[in-house]
């Protein structure tokens, strides 16, 4: 049933099925339940190629084919597959993996800061604040999304036992990355925002909807926190390899 609404965005249908679902090629693969979907670039198929990862399939799109592997960590298979950047295209891959049998995912990626956060520092999502597109297509309309509990719980063991610092923030999840104005980044401060991206909103509800499980990662790489100079640093390069590790031992702990 169709919730309408002046705004089109704000409208949201409670039937999960749709005209095309993910599954719809009807494709012979059947993915591991568990699951690290990152943005970490390069990252995933050199960790794939490093560790005898077997390619299962591929996701293929018009601006790029996403290879899916299966990787074995801790006595476990873990599918394992890059994130295209942006909530739709990640949510759009992410539905997908569930459909062929994912059902317990973490993603790891960086994140701009609006604080006076230095850069390669962990943290981990625990609220997201929807403020893109893709998110109103899996879930009714609202300003925030919580978490999965037993992602955080998982999340938080795993950097326990790495022995970092646990630090918990709402995010702010938008898809204006030209767009993050001087007052909107202050009204989002006011409403307790301390990091930004561009899909955590858009994959809690995708999960959400498919009764799946998942968690995100985050760390740190541009600042937003001086608003008259803005400063990319290193996109936090520095810490894909480790984020990556943590990715895999958060799955493994669920």
Known sequence: MIMKNEIPILEFDTDATAVIMPTHENLELNLPKKAVFAFLGEQIDEYAKAHDAVQVGKFLSVTKDYPIYVVRHKGEDVCLCQAPVGAAAAAQLMDWLIGYGVQEIITGGSCGV?????????????????????????????????????????????????????????????????????????????????????????????????????????????????????????????????????????????
């Open 114 to 254: 609006l604080g006076n956060f230095d850069e390669n520092v962990f943290l981990v999502p625990y609220k997201v604040l929807r403020d893109e597109g893709t998110s109103y297509h899996y879930m009714k309309p609202s300003r925030f999304i919580e978490i999965n509990a037993a992602a955080m719980k998982a999340i938080e063991k795993t950097v326990t036992e790495h022995g970092l610092k646990y630090r918990e923030v709402i995010t702010w999840t938008t898809d204006g990355f030209y767009r993050e104005t001087k007052e909107k980044v202050a009204y989002r401060k006011q409403e307790g925002c301390e990091t930004v991206e561009m899909e955590c909103a858009a994959l809690a509800a995708c999960a959400s909807l498919r009764n799946a499980l998942w968690g995100c990662i985050l760390f740190t790489a541009d600042t937003l926190a001086d608003v008259e100079n803005y400063d990319e640093r290193n996109w936090g390069l520095d810490s894909f390899a480790y984020a990556l590790e943590l990715c895999l031992d958060a799955v493994t702990n669920i």
